[in-house]
């Protein structure tokens, strides 16, 4: 249908929301790719199972994910919308990649160093360890080009990156070799409570975390609690001002005013202005998306029904593939 470049990208249903992280670091930059490329999004439920879970969480956080991912701009006619479990291929080609990963290699990735650090490795499943490896068979099952992800996943896409360059020397050109798309303004969102560390969902506390459903009461509160950085004046400087500057570039997103103008309209103000402002910027934005995202939800059929459209157009693209990796490797054809 199209000779242009695809890009595929995937997130977690791992909470009831996503916050302002996922949504500026990523799946904000997923939409105008729908025009550019021929788009895979990916709820990837699978990866979700790396640590403990609810299933009746999990069933629930997977529509509201994929709803989120719809009223955030996606459209099922410009994109395939997916549940990554409904596309058995992708752990079917992640048996392949483990098999040419090195076990090391595998220990190096951040996460896994981190958790096993905080926990110890009895406690750790096998799950954490293997998942940037089928992280890679998503990826690499659609031939993708360009994969937009915040700044925490650049070390997935080189492991994907090495591991698609060894497999094609080894078994024959089989994979596209995948480039990470980063914003850079936007690669990093901090936690407004503690502007050293990310905004996540894994964090032990929830006040410096915004999450996009969130209503505006407490988005408000959030923000007028924000930490702020020694001195008054509203400058940009994200290394001496982390907390401002964060602040800054929400605000700068979310209008789409330039970071140096804004700075200019706050001269001789302070930072409580600069907390009103943000605010009220945020909630008039996220309003529209949280009822867009609830107007979803409220028509089970259609979503699933948007998902099982996606899930057909994802296994014809990773059949494909899949079958191309498993003739390169020597299985033999499947005789039907
Ligand atoms: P979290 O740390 O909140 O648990 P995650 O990275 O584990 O998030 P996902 O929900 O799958 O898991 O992340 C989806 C996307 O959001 C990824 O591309 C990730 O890089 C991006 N992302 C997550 N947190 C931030 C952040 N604070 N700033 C920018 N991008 C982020
Ligand atoms: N590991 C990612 C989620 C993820 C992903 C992907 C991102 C799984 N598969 C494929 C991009 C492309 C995370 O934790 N954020």
């Not at 008054?232 to 330039?258: C, M, W, Y």
Request: proline letters at 4%; glycine letters at 6%; a negative charge.
């Amino acid at each position: 249908m199209t000779n242009r470049q695809r890009v595929l990208s995937g997130i977690q249903p791992t909470a009831d929301s996503f916050h302002l992280g996922n949504y500026l670091g990523a799946v904000r930059n997923w939409v105008p790719l729908q025009d550019s490329h021929d788009a895979f999004y990916c709820v990837v439920d699978l990866h979700a199972i790396t640590n403990p879970h609810d299933p009746a969480a999990l069933r629930r956080r997977t529509r509201v994910a994929a709803a989120q991912l719809l009223a955030a701009g996606l459209d099922p006619d410009r994109c395939a919308l997916f549940v990554q479990s409904h596309v058995p291929q992708h752990a079917e080609l992640a048996w392949v990649m483990e098999c040419i990963t090195g076990f090391g290699e595998a220990s190096r990735m951040t996460q896994f160093k981190d958790r096993t650090a905080r926990y110890g490795s009895d406690k750790v499943g096998v799950g954490v360890f293997t998942y940037p490896i089928l992280q890679a068979a998503d990826i690499l099952l659609y031939q993708a080009n360009v994969v937009p992800i915040g700044e925490d996943q650049r070390q997935h896409i080189e492991l994907t990156r090495d591991l698609a360059q060894r497999f094609n020397s080894r078994f024959g050109d089989t994979f596209v070799i995948p480039d990470a798309l980063i914003v850079k303004e936007t690669a990093k969102i901090v936690d407004l409570a503690d502007p050293a560390a990310k905004m996540s969902k894994s964090s032990e506390s929830q006040a410096g975390v915004i999450d996009i459903l969130e209503e505006p009461a407490a988005i408000t509160k959030k923000i007028k609690r924000a930490v702020t950085d020694t001195g008054t004046e509203v400058r940009f400087d994200p290394a001496k001002q982390p907390g401002v500057s964060n602040l800054l570039t929400i605000q700068s997103t979310l209008s789409g005013r330039q970071i140096e103008e804004l700075v200019t309209s706050y001269a001789g103000k302070g930072y409580g202005d600069l907390k009103s402002e943000v605010a009220a910027v945020v909630v008039d934005y996220l309003t529209p998306l949280r009822e867009r995202t609830q107007k979803w939800l409220s028509d089970e059929a259609g979503l699933d029904e948007v998902l099982a459209t996606g899930a057909a157009r994802a296994r014809e693209v990773a059949g494909a593939t899949l079958a191309a990796a498993y003739d390169a490797v020597g299985f033999l054809p499947a005789r039907r």
